[in-house]
């Protein structure tokens, strides 16, 4: 079993950023692509960014790109998600997820892709 632990969410004005943290539990982290994914009220659950498990590659949604960086650290089994310029549009419960092995690129951008989630953490953008 995996286990999947988000934090960092919180409050944060317009423009302003935060730091999202997923730590992992066992040594099931760094052999697979780790994504993130947010869910907005009344919103279906979409993609934000993935790496692949060497942290060589990301991917990232058009509407996060340029402001969200994502990486990871194997050794710590954590991974990240530096968020800058924040717009209110940002505000959803952040998750982030554990990609299904032999996960292609592809199948990276949507939910089916993956196979542990964790619990989610809040980010709220007031204007």
């Known amino acids: 079993q995996v286990h999947l632990v988000e934090s960092g969410g919180g409050l944060v004005q317009d423009g302003g950023s935060l730091r999202l943290s997923c730590a992992a539990s066992?040594?099931?982290?760094?052999?697979?692509?780790m994504g993130w994914f947010r869910e907005a009220p009344g919103k279906e659950r979409e993609f934000v960014a993935a790496i692949t498990y060497t942290g060589g590659r990301t991917y990232y949604s058009d509407s996060v790109k340029g402001r969200f960086a994502i990486s990871r650290d194997n050794a710590k089994n954590t991974m990240y998600l530096q968020m800058n310029s924040l717009k209110p549009e940002d505000t959803a419960v952040y998750y982030c997820?554990?990609?299904?092995?032999?996960?292609?690129?592809?199948?990276?951008?949507?939910?089916?892709?993956?196979?542990?989630w964790g619990q989610g953490t809040q980010v709220t953008v007031s204007s």
């Open positions: 997820a554990r990609a299904r092995a032999l996960a292609r690129v592809p199948d990276l951008q949507g939910t089916g892709g993956y196979d542990y």
């Open positions: 066992g040594r099931t982290f760094s052999g697979y692509a």
